[in-house]
C-alpha cells in the first residue's frame, strides 16, 4: 500500500485533514479495548485505492526548536512515504519555515503536493497564486474545516502512488516481524534465532523492496523477518521519539503474517508496550507475546505464572496469543519460537470444513441457548467461513442487532476450541437472512 505523509507548521490545519482522511475507519477500530486514541498513522481511502496516511504533526520532540522539529518531520515523511502533501496557509503566506520546509522537500526528489489551506470560500483562490514560487508546481486550494477541495488534492496524490509490484507472491514463505518498545531485544532476538543450529540465512537478501528483510530457512520451512523500527538504528533525532517507532512498526505489521510482541522481563509491561501489542491485533495477524531477558529475574516457583497471569490481565484483547519466555542473551528457549510461528501462521490462514462448522454452531446452539432481547430470539440459521488471514466467519441470522457480544464471543470460544486457532484473532460477522 503507498503511504502518503502530510507535512506542515505547527497549527496549519494537518490533524484536521488527516481525519478527514481516515475519520471513518478509525472510529471502527477505537473500540478495540486497550487501544490508543491518538493516532498519527492510519488508512485512507480515495476513489478505489486504499493507502495509509502519516500526520508527522503528531510526532513530538518535546521542546526542541520549530526549525528542527521542521525538519525531522519532513525527514520523517521522506523517509516513509511514497507521495508527500505539503500543506501551507492562504492566510499567512509564504513563511521562512515553509521555505526551509520546501527546500529539503525538493532535494528528495519525492512527489510533492502543495496543499494550500484555509482557503475557505472562492474569493480567497486569489491569494494562492504567490504559492507556486515553492517550486512545487500547481499548489492547490484546500479548506479543511470546510472539507472543500480535498478530491482534487487527492486525485493528484494518487496520480503519483508508483506502480503497486505485486509483492505478495502467493507461496508458504512465512513473514513475521518484531514490535516492541526501544530496547527490549528485536535486534538481539533477531540474531539468537538466525545463530541457532540448522538456521540457514539465504544470501540473497532483500527480496522485497526494502532491503532490511531477511529470509531464511529452517527445517525446509520458509521465513521472512521483516525489518521493523529500532533494528536500524541510524541515531537521529526522531528515531527515538515514540510514535516514529511506532510508524515504523505498523508498516513491518502490515507485511506480517505473524507478529511478535516483546515485553521486557527486566523493566515488566509498560503503557508502550500495550499500545504497540494493539496495532499487531487490530491489523487482524497472527500475535505471539515474547517475554524477553528472562535471564535476568529471579526465579522462585510461580514466577512464571504471576508473570503470565499478568500478561493475560494487561493483553486481555490478545487472549489468543500464546505465552514465550526466553533470552534472547542465553537462548534459553528459544529454540520453542519457530515452532510457535509456524503453528501461528498456519492457523492465522487456516480453512474450516462448512459442515463441521455448522455442527459446532448447532451443538453450541443446543448447549447454550441465543438469548432474546426486548422479547425477540435470535436465530441462527447457517455460519459459512468467508475468508482467512485472520479466518472470518458470516452467521447469517433472523436479525443481527440481536447478536449480543456476549453471545459472539461465546460462538468465537466454541470455534476455537472446535478447531484450535491459536495465535490468531478471528472475526465473526451476523449477517440477516
Ligand atoms: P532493540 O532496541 O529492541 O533492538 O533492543 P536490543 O536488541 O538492541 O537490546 C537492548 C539491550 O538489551 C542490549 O543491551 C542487549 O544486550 C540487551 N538484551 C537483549 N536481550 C536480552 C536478554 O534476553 N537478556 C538480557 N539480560 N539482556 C538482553
Same mark, same amino acid.
Given at each position: 500500500?503507498?503511504?502518503?505523509?502530510?507535512?506542515?507548521?505547527?497549527?496549519?490545519?494537518?490533524?484536521?485533514?488527516?481525519?478527514?482522511?481516515?475519520?471513518?475507519?478509525?472510529?471502527?477500530?477505537?473500540?478495540?479495548?486497550?487501544?490508543?486514541?491518538?493516532?498519527?498513522?492510519?488508512?485512507?481511502?480515495?476513489?478505489?485505492?486504499?493507502?495509509?496516511?502519516?500526520?508527522? !504533526? !503528531? @510526532? *513530538?520532540?518535546?521542546?526542541?526548536?520549530?526549525?528542527?522539529?521542521?525538519?525531522?518531520?519532513?525527514?520523517?515523511? @521522506?523517509? *516513509?512515504?511514497?507521495?508527500?502533501?505539503?500543506?501551507?496557509?492562504?492566510?499567512?503566506?509564504?513563511?521562512?519555515?515553509?521555505?526551509?520546509?520546501?527546500?529539503?522537500?525538493?532535494?528528495?526528489?519525492?512527489?510533492?503536493?502543495?496543499?494550500?489551506?484555509?482557503?475557505?470560500?472562492? *474569493?480567497?483562490?486569489?491569494?494562492? &497564486?504567490? %504559492?507556486?514560487?515553492?517550486? %512545487?508546481?500547481?499548489?492547490?486550494?484546500?479548506?479543511?474545516?470546510?472539507?472543500?477541495?480535498?478530491?482534487?488534492?487527492?486525485?493528484?496524490?494518487?496520480?503519483?502512488?508508483?506502480?503497486?509490484?505485486? *509483492?505478495?507472491?502467493?507461496?508458504?514463505? @512465512?513473514?513475521?516481524?518484531?514490535?516492541?518498545?526501544?530496547?527490549? !531485544? $528485536?535486534?538481539?532476538?533477531?540474531?539468537?534465532?538466525?545463530?541457532?543450529?540448522?538456521?540457514?540465512?539465504?544470501?540473497?537478501?532483500?527480496?522485497?523492496?526494502?532491503?532490511?528483510?531477511?529470509?531464511?530457512?529452517?527445517?525446509?520451512?520458509?521465513?521472512?523477518?521483516?525489518?521493523?523500527?529500532?533494528?536500524?538504528?541510524?541515531?537521529?533525532? &526522531?528515531?527515538?521519539?515514540?510514535?516514529?517507532? @511506532?510508524?515504523?512498526?505498523?508498516?513491518?505489521?502490515?507485511?506480517?503474517?505473524?507478529?511478535?510482541?516483546?515485553?521486557?522481563?527486566?523493566?515488566?509491561?509498560?503503557?508502550?508496550?500495550?499500545?504497540?501489542?494493539?496495532?499487531?491485533?487490530?491489523?487482524? $495477524?497472527?500475535?505471539?507475546?515474547?517475554?524477553?531477558?528472562?535471564?535476568?529475574?529471579?526465579?522462585?516457583?510461580?514466577?512464571?505464572?504471576?508473570?503470565?497471569?499478568?500478561?493475560?490481565?494487561?493483553?486481555?484483547?490478545?487472549?489468543?496469543?500464546?505465552?514465550?519466555?526466553?533470552?534472547?542473551?542465553?537462548?534459553?528457549?528459544?529454540?520453542?519460537?519457530?515452532?510457535?510461528?509456524?503453528?501461528?501462521?498456519?492457523?492465522?490462514?487456516?480453512?474450516?470444513?462448512?459442515?463441521?462448522?455448522?455442527?459446532?454452531?448447532?451443538?453450541?446452539?443446543?448447549?447454550?441457548?441465543?438469548?432474546?432481547? $426486548?422479547?425477540?430470539?435470535?436465530?441462527?440459521?447457517?455460519?459459512?467461513?468467508?475468508?482467512? $488471514?485472520?479466518?472470518?466467519?458470516?452467521? %447469517?441470522?433472523?436479525?443481527?442487532?440481536?447478536?449480543?457480544?456476549? &453471545?459472539?464471543?461465546?460462538?468465537?470460544?466454541?470455534?476455537?476450541?472446535?478447531?484450535?486457532?491459536?495465535?490468531?484473532?478471528?472475526?465473526?460477522?451476523?449477517?440477516?437472512?
Amino acid at each position: 500500500k503507498s503511504v502518503v505523509a502530510i507535512v506542515g507548521r505547527p497549527n496549519i490545519g494537518k490533524s484536521t485533514i488527516f481525519n478527514r482522511l481516515v475519520g471513518e475507519r478509525i472510529s471502527i477500530v477505537e473500540d478495540t479495548p486497550g487501544v490508543t486514541r491518538d493516532r498519527i498513522y492510519a488508512e485512507a481511502e480515495w476513489l478505489t485505492t486504499t493507502f495509509n496516511v502519516i500526520d508527522t !504533526g !503528531g @510526532i *513530538e520532540l518535546g521542546d526542541e526548536p520549530l526549525l528542527v522539529q521542521m525538519r525531522a518531520q519532513a525527514q520523517v515523511a @521522506i523517509d *516513509e512515504a511514497d507521495v508527500i502533501i505539503f500543506m501551507v496557509n492562504s492566510r499567512d503566506g509564504i513563511t521562512g519555515a515553509d521555505e526551509e520546509v520546501a527546500k529539503i522537500l525538493f532535494k528528495s526528489n519525492k512527489p510533492v503536493v502543495l496543499a494550500v489551506n484555509k482557503v475557505d470560500n472562492p *474569493e480567497m483562490r486569489e491569494n494562492i &497564486y504567490e %504559492f507556486y514560487s515553492l517550486g %512545487f508546481g500547481e499548489p492547490f486550494p484546500i479548506s479543511g474545516t470546510h472539507g472543500l477541495g480535498l478530491g482534487d488534492m487527492l486525485d493528484e496524490v494518487v496520480n503519483h502512488f508508483p506502480e503497486q509490484v505485486q *509483492e505478495e507472491i502467493e507461496d508458504d514463505t @512465512i513473514r513475521f516481524s518484531l514490535i516492541g518498545r526501544p530496547n527490549v !531485544g $528485536k535486534s538481539s532476538l533477531v540474531n539468537s534465532l538466525l545463530g541457532q543450529e540448522r538456521v540457514i540465512v539465504s544470501d540473497i537478501a532483500g527480496t522485497t523492496r526494502d532491503a532490511i528483510d531477511t529470509p531464511f530457512s529452517k527445517d525446509d520451512r520458509d521465513f521472512v523477518i521483516i525489518d521493523t523500527a529500532g533494528m536500524r538504528k541510524r541515531g537521529k533525532v &526522531y528515531e527515538s521519539t515514540e510514535k516514529y517507532s @511506532i510508524i515504523r512498526a505498523l508498516k513491518a505489521i502490515e507485511r506480517s503474517d505473524v507478529v511478535l510482541t516483546l515485553i521486557d522481563a527486566d523493566t515488566g509491561i509498560q503503557e508502550q508496550d500495550k499500545k504497540i501489542a494493539g496495532y499487531a491485533h487490530e491489523a487482524g $495477524k497472527a500475535v505471539i507475546i515474547v517475554v524477553n531477558k528472562w535471564d535476568t529475574v529471579d526465579k522462585g516457583e510461580k514466577t512464571m505464572k504471576e508473570f503470565e497471569d499478568k500478561v493475560r490481565s494487561d493483553f486481555r484483547f490478545l487472549d489468543y496469543a500464546p505465552i514465550v519466555f526466553l533470552s534472547a542473551k542465553t537462548k534459553k528457549r528459544i529454540h520453542t519460537l519457530l515452532p510457535k510461528v509456524l503453528e501461528a501462521s498456519e492457523n492465522h490462514a487456516k480453512r474450516v470444513q462448512t459442515n463441521i462448522l455448522n455442527e459446532v454452531i448447532m451443538d453450541a446452539l443446543a448447549m447454550n441457548p441465543s438469548p432474546s432481547i $426486548k422479547g425477540q430470539k435470535l436465530k441462527i440459521f447457517y455460519a459459512t467461513q468467508v475468508s482467512v $488471514k485472520p479466518p472470518s466467519f458470516v452467521v %447469517f441470522v433472523n436479525e443481527p442487532e440481536l447478536m449480543h457480544f456476549t &453471545y459472539e464471543r461465546f460462538l468465537e470460544n466454541r470455534i476455537r476450541e472446535a478447531f484450535g486457532f491459536e495465535g490468531t484473532p478471528i472475526k465473526i460477522f451476523a449477517r440477516k437472512r
